[in-house]
């Protein structure tokens, strides 16, 4: 086998860009293809499996080119990095797209989810202009994606330990 000195950080580095990749393409599929406005989330729905498959993946990988040995330590580095450097990438896009490419968009967004609260008799105009307000506040570019790079930080570290325990291997 190869020398046992493999780098956590290249392994984290182009699995992190191809998944942030992925996720930057299922979203300019669902925005060219209005399936956003139109709140379809099928689409998301596959990167939410394709997300913990490239962070065991990426473990796997890792565990193959060094000799077939591996840490947890090893395992949670190579998934929380791998989850952080996919977010940072979408959130780079999400700027990108939000300040200059479609500002508008995120208006566009608020308006049908509040065409779709009202379409349900159960809610009065006054409950669906309380959620309106809170959806304002959580909604800006920027707590967006901070939240994004959070939840994904967190779900790659569960994804990363559940890999590591099972793929761990000591010399």
Partial sequence: MESQ????????????????????LITVIMYVTGMQLEGIQWPMYLYYIIFPAIIIYAI??????????????????IGLLVAVISALVFAVYSLIFNYIIDPE???????????????????????????????????????????????????????????????KKEA
Avoid at 7 to 18: D, I, P, Q, R
Avoid at 60 to 77: C, E, F, G, P, T
């Fill in 60 to 77: 796997s990988q890792y565990k193959k080119s060094n000799a077939n040995l591996l840490s947890l330590r090893q395992a949670i580095k």
């Fill in 105 to 167: 968009f995120q208006g566009l967004a608020m308006e049908a989810v509040r065409d779709k609260l009202l379409e349900n008799p159960n809610l009065t105009e006054e409950i669906v202009d309380k959620q309106m307000d809170m959806m304002e506040k959580f909604s800006s570019p920027l707590i967006a994606n901070a939240a994004f790079i959070a939840f994904s930080s967190i779900f790659g570290l569960i994804y990363s330990l559940i890999g590591g325990l099972v793929m």
């Fill in 5 to 24: 000195n493999v780098s956590v950080g290249s392994f984290a580095k182009n699995y992190g860009l191809v998944l942030g990749l992925i996720l930057v």
